[in-house]
C-alpha cells in the first residue's frame, strides 16, 4: 500500500519535463516597448513535445516574425531556448527559473548582419510575471564584462 501511494505521489508530482515555462507563460500575449509597436506572442505546447513554442512579431496574416523553442534537457541540467529570427539572426540562450517565477536566459546571440568570423553578441533577457496579467520583460548586453541595461517590455495577456 505505501509502495502505490509513494508510486502516485511520483507520477503526480510535477516534472520539470512538463515544462515549467508553460506554466508560467503559456497564451497569446501583446508585448510593447517606449516608442515601438505593440507586438502580439503566442506561447503554447509543441504537440506531441515536450518543447514549448514561442511565436513573436505574428503579423495580422498570422505568420511570425520568429520563432523560439523552449525546452528542459535533463542531461545537462538546464531549460534552453532557442530563437530564430525572421530575418537570418539566431538566439543560443539557456535559463534558470528563480523561486519567485522569474526566469533569466543568457548566451550568444548572433545577428545575421554580422560580418563573417566576428564574436557573438551575449545578452542576458530575464521575464517576470508581475501579476496574473502582465510579464515585463528586461534586456542587457554584456559589455567588456559588465552587463549594460537595454530597456525592455512589458507584455499583457490577451
Known amino acids: 500500500m505505501l509502495a502505490s ?14 515544462n515549467a515555462f508553460l506554466n508560467d507563460f503559456a497564451g497569446s500575449w501583446r508585448c510593447s516597448a517606449k ?13 506531441g513535445s515536450r518543447w514549448a513554442r ?6 495580422p496574416d ?11 534537457i535533463p542531461a545537462r541540467g538546464i531549460w534552453i531556448y532557442r530563437d530564430f529570427h525572421g530575418g537570418g539572426s539566431y538566439a543560443n540562450m539557456h535559463g534558470t527559473r528563480a ?3 522569474t526566469w ?8 545575421y548582419s554580422a560580418s563573417r568570423g566576428s564574436a557573438p553578441l551575449t545578452g542576458r533577457i530575464t521575464w517576470r510575471r508581475s501579476d496574473a496579467r502582465h510579464v515585463l ?22
Open 5 to 18: 501511494l509513494a508510486l502516485v505521489a511520483a507520477v503526480a508530482a510535477p516534472a520539470k519535463s512538463s
Open 35 to 47: 516608442g515601438e509597436p505593440p507586438s502580439l506572442w503566442r506561447i503554447g505546447r509543441v504537440s
Open 54 to 59: 514561442v511565436d513573436w512579431g505574428i503579423r
Open 62 to 72: 498570422g505568420i511570425p516574425s520568429g520563432s523560439a523553442f523552449v525546452g528542459y
Open 99 to 101: 523561486s519567485d517565477g
Open 104 to 111: 533569466t536566459w543568457s548566451g550568444p546571440f548572433y545577428p
Open 137 to 158: 520583460r528586461t534586456f542587457a548586453s554584456l559589455e567588456h564584462g559588465r552587463l549594460v541595461p537595454h530597456g525592455g517590455d512589458t507584455c499583457t495577456a490577451q
